[in-house]
């Protein structure tokens, strides 16, 4: 029977390679159709392609204009606001002249990929040659939108980075026989996040092309951040997007196999179709806000910064095939350098606390010396994440974390008031161009008003496929909920990092990574006060030593707990080290170690706010039998 399973399993798996590849005379056959049929309408014949007035990109061209190779100049502008963050990247898609350039690993068919698609389809039809590079597994999971796509604009190109059986959706057969036969490859993801605008201007960071990173989720969002460098970095950025499109992983539309079958089957497509858009009176609000220069000037130029020194770095493709080659983790490399040289403090945000062996050779080495630096951790609760898996090798190690390495963690609440603050910002509706009238009315502190919108299910996107939702534990409180999704860092008060680096093993070892390093004290001020505002306790409980409540059975059940957490397999004890603390009424906020915590810190269960569900049973089982995985979660 055993024998017979296996030979149905490898006849499946023969049968998906031979015919993971095109024929050279099928893609030809594709190009000369996309040729013959793409839509060539142009909406500009200036030089400068009708690009609009932007005091974004003139600030990065003035900067580059003044930079020296000694002395470079730099305007960097720190992208915490979901709002802000949306509008500069429409901002300077419509001023853009010559390029944009886009990588990503989420493109979904929600209202903010929708969006993002029309304004860079914009863009190609008035001349700015546009290119988009996505991560197969997770963009654009509709084939049909893809054949459209292929023909919108000679201007507009696309590539798909590593389809392990070259198609542009995955569906669940094709997930498993990546998994049994090339896990390796179908393990190589890019997880590099950028949007360069004429070579001058880039935004990094981790918001990727989905509703849920920008606040436009009514049931789940996330706390993401970005960083808008302009400046000579933008060449840096440039010669890392080049690298990765030059590369055979990145793959045209035209040599997908289902792309390529519905181009060949469809000689003469109709135009690409208006947006469908749930809330346009939103998407209009973002349009507006991008082309008012008063709004521009207070939210995005008023709190950006001229210095000097900025680098913009990328693990090289050659990371995923070759882990061990130095020069090809150039990124990660210099991170863990950067953590390593830290005297006096660490500050970390990470949606995703799962170590990396480098990661804890370097922490465990920083709290044995002498006068250790403080290490400050900002990142997900269960309550919060939608990675229920990696949250359970997490807390798996949280006394090593404590102990070991001198961390103070602060896991985020799932109705964090920064949060809720933001979203309410990014869903300000004008009533008078709202048709909906079943939507309620809420007021924020200062008095004006904002449209709640109900909750959205799964709903059809542009061409009629499904947008992909992780979907967390489910809550004992009702509300809105939130996630951490930022990765930041900051050494010493003197410099800080924002990129898409979770300071995890697949970070470590499988996806590629990008960010920007600014070397200015007020740049990485500023960044740690958002960092520290996330660990206030209205948005975070804070993890500490458990408290006996029976002296001998509770000193017991840590020998126990200790004992069974050191096992890789069968770490079935419930009661551990750790737990999570909320604040009192009355009471200051503190560390740990304070003699005054038991008294102003109550313990609110290893879980708080997670109702029973088979998510928390899960993250038991996978805290019991799953750490052997860590570094592919």
Same mark, same amino acid.
């Given at each position: 029977?055993?024998?017979?399973?296996?030979?149905?399993?490898?006849?499946?798996?023969?049968?998906?390679?031979?015919?993971?590849?095109?024929?050279?005379?099928?893609?030809?056959?594709?190009?000369?159709?996309?040729?013959?049929?793409?839509?060539?309408?142009?909406?500009?014949?200036?030089?400068?392609?009708?690009?609009?007035?932007?005091?974004?990109?003139?600030?990065?061209?003035?900067?580059?204009?003044?930079?020296?190779?000694?002395?470079?100049?730099?305007?960097?502008?720190?992208?915490?606001?979901?709002?802000?963050?949306?509008?500069?990247?429409?901002?300077?898609?419509?001023?853009?002249?010559?390029?944009?350039?886009?990588?990503?690993?989420?493109?979904?068919?929600?209202?903010?990929?929708?969006?993002?698609?029309?304004?860079?389809?914009?863009?190609?039809?008035?001349?700015?040659?546009?290119?988009?590079?996505?991560?197969?597994?997770?963009?654009?999971?509709?084939?049909?939108?893809?054949?459209?796509?292929?023909?919108?604009?000679?201007?507009?190109?696309?590539?798909?980075?590593?389809?392990?059986?070259?198609?542009?959706?995955?569906?669940?057969?094709?997930?498993?026989?990546?998994?049994?036969?090339?896990?390796?490859?179908?393990?190589?993801?890019?997880?590099?996040?950028?949007?360069?605008?004429?070579?001058?201007?880039?935004?990094?960071?981790?918001?990727?092309?989905?509703?849920?990173?920008?606040?436009?989720?009514?049931?789940?969002?996330?706390?993401?951040?970005?960083?808008?460098?302009?400046?000579?970095?933008?060449?840096?950025?440039?010669?890392?997007?080049?690298?990765?499109?030059?590369?055979?992983?990145?793959?045209?539309?035209?040599?997908?196999?289902?792309?390529?079958?519905?181009?060949?089957?469809?000689?003469?497509?109709?135009?690409?179709?208006?947006?469908?858009?749930?809330?346009?009176?939103?998407?209009?609000?973002?349009?507006?806000?991008?082309?008012?220069?008063?709004?521009?000037?207070?939210?995005?130029?008023?709190?950006?910064?001229?210095?000097?020194?900025?680098?913009?770095?990328?693990?090289?493709?050659?990371?995923?095939?070759?882990?061990?080659?130095?020069?090809?983790?150039?990124?990660?490399?210099?991170?863990?350098?950067?953590?390593?040289?830290?005297?006096?403090?660490?500050?970390?945000?990470?949606?995703?606390?799962?170590?990396?062996?480098?990661?804890?050779?370097?922490?465990?080495?920083?709290?044995?010396?002498?006068?250790?630096?403080?290490?400050?951790?900002?990142?997900?609760?269960?309550?919060?994440?939608?990675?229920?898996?990696?949250?359970?090798?997490?807390?798996?190690?949280?006394?090593?974390?404590?102990?070991?390495?001198?961390?103070?963690?602060?896991?985020?609440?799932?109705?964090?008031?920064?949060?809720?603050?933001?979203?309410?910002?990014?869903?300000?509706?004008?009533?008078?161009?709202?048709?909906?009238?079943?939507?309620?009315?809420?007021?924020?502190?200062?008095?004006?008003?904002?449209?709640?919108?109900?909750?959205?299910?799964?709903?059809?996107?542009?061409?009629?496929?499904?947008? !992909?939702?992780?979907?967390?534990?489910?809550?004992?409180?009702?509300?809105?909920?939130?996630?951490?999704?930022?990765?930041?860092?900051?050494?010493?008060?003197?410099?800080?990092?924002?990129?898409?680096?979770?300071?995890?093993?697949?970070?470590?070892?499988?996806?590629?990574?990008?960010?920007?390093?600014?070397?200015?004290?007020?740049?990485?001020?500023?960044?740690?006060?958002?960092?520290?505002?996330?660990?206030?306790?209205?948005?975070?409980?804070?993890?500490?030593?458990?408290?006996?409540?029976?002296?001998?059975?509770?000193?017991?059940?840590?020998?126990?707990?200790?004992?069974?957490?050191?096992?890789?397999?069968?770490?079935?004890?419930?009661?551990?080290?750790?737990?999570?603390?909320?604040? !009192?009424?009355?009471?200051?906020?503190?560390?740990?170690?304070?003699?005054?915590?038991?008294?102003?810190?109550?313990?609110?269960?290893?879980?708080?706010?997670?109702?029973?569900?088979?998510?928390?049973?899960?993250?038991?089982?996978?805290?019991?039998?799953?750490?052997?995985?860590?570094?592919?979660?």
């Amino acid at each position: 029977m055993q024998l017979r399973c296996g030979l149905v399993v490898t006849l499946l798996l023969a049968a998906l390679l031979q015919g993971c590849t095109l024929t050279h005379a099928q893609i030809k056959r594709a190009d000369a159709i996309v040729a013959a049929s793409i839509d060539r309408q142009a909406s500009c014949d200036q030089d400068d392609h009708c690009a609009t007035p932007s005091p974004l990109l003139d600030a990065a061209d003035q900067a580059i204009a003044h930079s020296t190779p000694a002395q470079p100049e730099h305007v960097v502008t720190l992208l915490d606001d979901s709002e802000a963050a949306l509008v500069a990247r429409i901002n300077l898609i419509r001023a853009a002249r010559q390029s944009i350039d886009v990588q990503t690993y989420i493109w979904d068919e929600d209202d903010t990929g929708q969006l993002m698609l029309n304004e860079l389809i914009a863009a190609a039809r008035r001349g700015v040659t546009v290119r988009i590079l996505a991560d197969q597994l997770f963009s654009f999971e509709d084939p049909n939108l893809l054949e459209r796509l292929a023909r919108v604009s000679p201007n507009l190109h696309v590539r798909l980075y590593n389809p392990t059986f070259q198609n542009s959706r995955t569906p669940p057969l094709e997930f498993a026989a990546g998994v049994l036969c090339c896990f390796l490859k179908f393990n190589q993801r890019m997880h590099n996040k950028l949007l360069l605008v004429d070579n001058s201007i880039g935004i990094t960071g981790g918001r990727n092309y989905q509703d849920r990173y920008f606040n436009w989720d009514n049931d789940f969002n996330y706390v993401d951040r970005d960083i808008m460098v302009g400046g000579p970095a933008a060449h840096q950025m440039a010669a890392s997007f080049n690298l990765f499109w030059n590369l055979k992983r990145a793959v045209p539309l035209t040599h997908l196999r289902d792309v390529n079958r519905l181009i060949q089957r469809d000689p003469n497509p109709p135009p690409w179709p208006a947006p469908q858009y749930a809330y346009p009176a939103r998407v209009e609000d973002a349009i507006s806000e991008a082309q008012d220069l008063d709004w521009l000037t207070q939210h995005l130029i008023n709190t950006s910064l001229i210095t000097g020194k900025v680098e913009y770095f990328s693990d090289r493709p050659a990371k995923t095939t070759q882990p061990d080659k130095r020069d090809a983790l150039q990124y990660t490399s210099y991170l863990m350098h950067l953590i390593s040289g830290a005297h006096h403090e660490v500050v970390l945000q990470t949606p995703y606390l799962v170590m990396s062996r480098r990661a804890q050779k370097i922490f465990k080495k920083l709290h044995q010396e002498a006068s250790p630096p403080q290490i400050t951790v900002s990142t997900n609760s269960l309550a919060s994440t939608d990675a229920f898996a990696v949250y359970a090798v997490s807390y798996k190690h949280r006394k090593n974390y404590l102990t070991q390495y001198g961390f103070d963690i602060y896991e985020m609440k799932p109705h964090a008031q920064l949060a809720d603050d933001a979203y309410l910002q990014a869903n300000v509706i004008d009533e008078a161009e709202d048709d909906d009238e079943q939507a309620p009315v809420t007021s924020s502190a200062s008095g004006a008003k904002h449209k709640r919108f109900p909750g959205n299910e799964r709903r059809p996107g542009l061409f009629g496929s499904h947008g !992909k939702r992780n979907r967390p534990a489910p809550l004992i409180s009702a509300g809105r909920r939130f996630g951490l999704h930022a990765k930041s860092l900051v050494v010493d008060d003197s410099f800080a990092m924002v990129g898409s680096h979770n300071f995890d093993p697949r970070s470590d070892h499988y996806n590629t990574e990008a960010g920007v390093i600014v070397y200015d004290q007020r740049f990485a001020s500023e960044l740690r006060a958002s960092i520290l505002q996330a660990i206030a306790p209205q948005n975070a409980w804070i993890i500490a030593p458990r408290k006996p409540t029976i002296p001998v059975l509770g000193q017991i059940s840590q020998v126990i707990g200790d004992i069974s957490a050191k096992l890789p397999f069968f770490d079935i004890w419930p009661f551990r080290y750790a737990t999570s603390y909320q604040l !009192k009424p009355n009471c200051a906020p503190m560390k740990p170690d304070n003699p005054d915590f038991s008294r102003c810190y109550e313990a609110v269960g290893d879980f708080p706010d997670v109702d029973i569900s088979s998510k928390l049973l899960y993250t038991r089982l996978i805290t019991a039998f799953g750490a052997g995985v860590k570094g592919v979660l």
